[in-house]
């Protein structure tokens, strides 16, 4: 069953602004992985953090993890139009790393 | 060229039709996967490969067949196509598993219509 719940299930803001979303999981994991997919394509992988790691940064990506708290939250800085797409946390199943879970995704707008 | 291709990427049929989605992928990567994408679903697991002939069912597998004769090649055939079927399929790759799960690379996904 689906491990991840992404919050809020959509956002919209103005370009420049960041843009906050937040995944939580049930069970324990090894690692988190957060994925973007664009209108009518496929998923594109952003960034994997895993569990011993609590912070990590790619260009304007923040991902953060708490295990205690078993969330996990995608920061996107100074947003751009082109980042308008749907952002969807996964996760491997519980006692099966080789698979991912994903939950059902936030959409996000950035207005020009 | 290189990556993953999922043909066809549009398909309209007819309820008890079998209908086959292709997925081949140029990296040889060990796994790969099939999901589908609803609204109000998200992404769910049908069928899922760690290699060449091993297979093995996800979260939705019924009324879904796969076969992995090739390590670049998994085909999901709808034996009997029905209307919930209706989705878009998604295939995945990735070179890595078990507990250094990779990331996945996707195709960009067959939008399936059963009528």
């Known amino acids: 069953s689906q491990q991840g719940e992404e919050d809020p299930q959509a956002l919209s803001i103005q370009e420049g602004e960041n843009a906050t979303m937040n995944c939580s999981y049930k069970?324990?994991?090894?690692?988190l992985q957060w994925y973007r997919q664009n209108s009518g394509r496929g998923l594109v992988h952003l960034i994997l953090i895993r569990s011993n790691e609590r912070e990590k940064h790619s260009g304007r990506l923040r991902v953060t993890l708490d295990t205690s708290k078993k969330s996990s939250s995608l920061l996107i800085t100074a947003s751009r139009a082109a980042d308008t797409a749907s952002y969807f946390c996964?996760?491997?199943?519980?006692?099966?790393?080789?698979?991912?879970?994903f939950g059902k995704g936030i959409t996000l707008s950035v207005r020009p | 060229d290189a990556g993953i291709t999922q043909s066809p990427r549009y398909k309209i049929t007819e309820t008890g039709r079998q209908v086959t989605l292709m997925c081949h992928q140029t990296?040889?990567?060990?796994?790969m996967f099939w999901y589908r994408q609803d609204l109000g679903h998200g992404l769910r697991l049908i069928y899922y490969s760690a290699a060449a002939d091993i297979t093995d069912k996800g979260e939705v597998p019924d009324g879904y067949v796969v076969s992995r004769s090739k390590t670049e090649n998994f085909p999901l055939t709808l034996e009997s196509a029905t209307r919930s079927q209706t989705s878009v399929y998604f295939c995945a790759s990735s070179g890595r598993g078990g507990s250094n799960t990779g990331e996945l690379f996707f195709g960009e996904g067959s939008r399936l219509t059963v009528l």
């Open positions: 996964a996760t491997p199943y519980t006692g099966a790393n080789s698979k991912l879970t």
């Open positions: 990296w040889s990567h060990s796994y």
């Open positions: 069970t324990s994991i090894n690692n």
